[in-house]
């Protein structure tokens, strides 16, 4: 199917590619993730050990700087009230009130808000979607962003990894096509690798799925729908879930979804200004360099504290070796 192609193509170009910012500078946000993953968990991309089998420490340095920005942020439930500046509304928006921190304590919307706090200060960027009822935070080691270029979410196609448990794939049922095909088909029992994450093992089986929101084709987007004619030159937005992409070659593609959207569903929020990129800066690689100097300097330290411990001993003595282990032997210290 055509609008599976293309949204393979996509992933591979985000994966592989690269954008210009200026000439001769060019940015991956691919890359970047990975590498802000690795700093986030305080793990070196070689292991632990150097070329020498010396230990490498890390010294973290951007712990407490985004504790110290989120305790300045200071927000959480107990500023979120509802207001009313007429009088006659005092009675309901005091029991509104009382109501919406029952909500937000209960349905434990208090440790998102830290959460999301945290991620736009360490990541530098949030994104919410809307759905059902609601809205739910993005995973931002799985969104892509075709036009790394983009200032907002609305000037670019996005396409969302998820990787399913059976009962929330049934779940879907009644709004997905397919779902039953998708069961039967699917042998996995691990969570398949992401963009920055290995696969995990387990016995539950997990299904993963590709959703894309962005402008498609009216052909392609009738094709998916199990339509024929369409305009291949008239673009509209659309969301498009589908599956059996990437390296498994058994796993038939299917259309899960196909339908025609309004509006994007995404609500974004950005630590820092527009320079030239969707990706804005968070402490994490602000402090990338800082923190690779860090280490560097610390490990250094570290060894040369090692190498000055030791005590080199020098005689004309050929027989001090023998010596040494003679006395060794004997049980003298000296």
Not at 185 to 192: E, I, N, P, R, V
């Amino acid at each position: 199917m055509q609008i599976i192609s293309k949204i393979e193509k996509e992933i591979t170009n985000y994966e592989t590619g690269q954008v210009p910012l200026s000439e001769g500078v060019n940015f991956s946000q691919y890359k970047l993730v990975k590498r802000i993953m690795i700093y986030a968990n305080q793990t070196y991309p070689t292991g632990k050990l150097d070329s020498q089998k010396n230990y490498k420490y890390w010294f973290d340095i951007n712990t407490s700087r985004i504790n110290a920005e989120v305790k300045n942020i200071d927000f959480d439930t107990k500023d979120i009230e509802i207001y009313s500046d007429q009088t006659a509304d005092a009675t309901a928006v005091f029991l509104l009130n009382a109501a919406l921190r029952e909500y937000l304590r209960n349905s434990g919307q208090g440790e998102e808000i830290n959460n999301t706090i945290e991620e736009g200060v360490g990541w530098g960027n949030v994104v919410f979607k809307k759905i059902k009822g609601g809205y739910e935070r993005v995973d931002l080691k799985n969104f892509i962003v075709t036009n790394q270029l983009a200032r907002t979410l609305d000037e670019t196609t996005v396409i969302e990894r998820h990787n399913l448990t059976q009962s929330q794939l049934r779940e879907k049922a009644g709004v997905w096509d397919n779902v039953e095909k998708l069961i039967d088909q699917s042998t996995k029992k691990d969570l398949s690798a992401t963009p920055t994450s290995q696969s995990v093992s387990g016995e539950t089986p997990y299904y993963e799925v590709y959703e894309r929101n962005g402008e498609v084709s009216e052909k392609d987007l009738f094709e998916a729908q199990g339509k024929e004619k369409g305009d291949e030159k008239k673009y509209l937005l659309a969301k498009i879930v589908c599956s059996g992409l990437g390296k498994d070659k058994k796993a038939n593609k299917l259309i899960l979804f196909a339908e025609k959207i309004s509006e994007m569903p995404y609500i974004e929020y950005h630590r820092g200004r527009y320079n030239g990129r969707w990706w804005r800066q968070g402490l994490y690689e602000l402090l990338l360099e800082i923190q690779t100097r860090a280490n560097e300097i610390g490990n250094q330290i570290a060894r040369g504290l090692a190498w000055a411990s030791k005590k080199v001993f020098f005689s004309p003595d050929q027989l001090i070796a023998q010596n040494i282990m003679t006395d060794l032997k004997n049980g003298k210290g000296d």
